[in-house]
């Protein structure tokens, strides 16, 4: 089933979207014109379309996530790293990008997304952070993702 550009723009303008639906209403077919959202420049739309994309889950979804990792607006960087989350190991490259984002907010969206085993050079990245963030919240919260997927990875070894 094709899912337009309009159907998929009614969703968007809504104030409060209900991701969850619009992803599984919507599926893999949306993946098109959410990237035309994210391309239109629009923050509003770019941001919701980005996190979208992530929600629905799709492996595809993954270099919409990275066009969205590389605007300029904070907004839509952040929802790139909260739609990320969804897709697990196939949108670790945006995390790895987001985690230094100039934007405090932004890194900190993103080390919430981290998965649960993340690839060495992520797992790198938060071994940093947690000691020279210079954001005090940030930095407690890359703390507390290490010792997280630490835990995650420690456990799943020995199971």
């Known amino acids: 089933m094709a899912v337009t550009s309009d159907e998929v723009r009614a969703v968007l303008d809504r104030d409060e979207p209900d991701y969850e639906q619009a992803a599984a209403s919507l599926g893999p077919d949306a993946l098109p014109a959410l990237q035309r959202f994210v391309e239109g420049g629009d923050p509003n739309l770019a941001s919701k379309a980005a996190y979208l994309a992530g929600r629905i889950g799709d492996a595809r979804a993954a270099p919409i996530l990275e066009l969205a990792a590389g605007s300029p607006d904070p907004a839509v960087r952040a929802a790139a790293a909260a739609g990320a989350q969804h897709l697990g190991t196939e949108a670790e490259a945006v995390l790895v990008t987001l985690v230094d984002d100039d934007d405090p907010a932004v890194r900190k969206t993103a080390l919430k997304a981290v998965p649960a085993r993340p690839s060495e050079n992520l797992?790198?990245?938060?071994?940093?952070?947690?000691?020279?963030?210079?954001?005090?919240?940030?930095?407690?919260?890359?703390?507390?993702?290490?010792?997280?997927?630490?835990?995650?990875?420690?456990?799943?070894?020995?199971?």
Do not use: D, N, Y
Request: aromatic share 2%.
């Open 123 to 159: 797992m790198a990245k938060l071994r940093v952070l947690r000691e020279v963030e210079p954001e005090p919240m940030v930095r407690e919260i890359a703390a507390t993702t290490f010792e997280r997927v630490s835990r995650e990875q420690t456990s799943g070894s020995s199971g």
